[in-house]
């Protein structure tokens, strides 16, 4: 029973719900921009002082913040790196009752959709 | 005088006994103490084809019983005579044309004034039809058993007032119980804790009212695990219109209702992209006009 996810109300979602290191498990790439480091990244640690995006070839870092907007039900990421800034929808966020695992849905706005595991 | 009488009532007497055990629908016989037959009725002569004269000899009447029944029958038989307890038994006996039909042998010993056995009574009745009726009556419910154990839903029967009292195969293998655990209102036992007041207010009204009925809850299975199912409700009636049973099925729609909620999720996912897509152009419209602005 412990290993089952339950959707977050993502209306009522804590920030500490979306930190932690995510393993990007699937994406569905923008055609837009294929090759930038988001789309090639395994890894993006959200901790709570810094960014850290880990791809095969590069480690970028930066910083993010929860952003909230009162046109959306749901959060969404400011992810900030040296070169550009980019945000990214929260979908849906899904959890076990322990918080041990967890699973992330991010929209960005160039069309780049990820899910992302915890751990 | 009285031995004139006695003497003269004998005869009269064995002549009403012939008469009426003849008359009788049943084949009559009697026996010694030992099992020796002393007497067939002229029914038994005309059902097997064999007088007294011809059924003499210890297995005779066994060698007329279908070959299955007639181990049994000597085992039952011989039973009564050592113990002297009444004999009772459903055996094949084989008519003079070589058919068998189905009899329920009865025989009741009769005692002296010491106790002991002087007389065994039996009767043969022809219970053929009522025999095959309930042959028949078995195998329809086998082939029901078989069909309902082997159908794709959990079904069920419950009385009129809503105990339930029979269960399909599926619904023990989903739930890991068994009836003498289901049985009446033991279905609360894999109900959802937070369905089963809504579930239990709703059938305590749908009982009375002997309406078809449809509700859909969550079942949990032997693993633990909770699925969705639609439930069926169709009473059944007598002839005068009473409410004698319910007839009920659980229809497993957790796929279903997964595929619905992931529709449902892309639908509100899409119109949440549109206007985070949206925001982002509204704050690049702010940003200009905050420039054209200074």
New interface residues.
Partial sequence: ?SDLLFDVNLQQVPDDYLAGTWRIAHRVLNRADPASPLAQATNLDLGSQQLVLEAPSLTETGSWDVQR?E????P?LRLNFPSEEL?A?V??LRRTADGARSQLNL?F?SGLEMQLDRP | MSADSSTSAAPAQENEFNFLADFIPQLVWITDPTGFHTYFNQRWIDYTGYTLADSVGAEMWNNLLHPDDQARARQVWGHSLATGDDYRIEYRFKSKEGEYRWFLGEARPKRNDDGHIVTWFGTCTDIDEQRRAADQLAEREAEFATLADNMAQLSWMARPDGHIYWYNKRWYDYTGYDLAEMEGWGWEKVHHPDYMESVVNFVTVAWPKGEPWELTFPLRGAD?QYRWFLTRAIPVHDEQGHLVRWLGTNTDVTEMRQLQEQLQ?AYN?LE??V???N??LEHEVQRLRRELGK
């Fill in positions: 029973m907007d046109l959306l039900n749901r969404y945000r929808l979908t849906r929209y706005s | 633990g999720n996912d949440a992209k206007t985070f897509r925001l982002e």
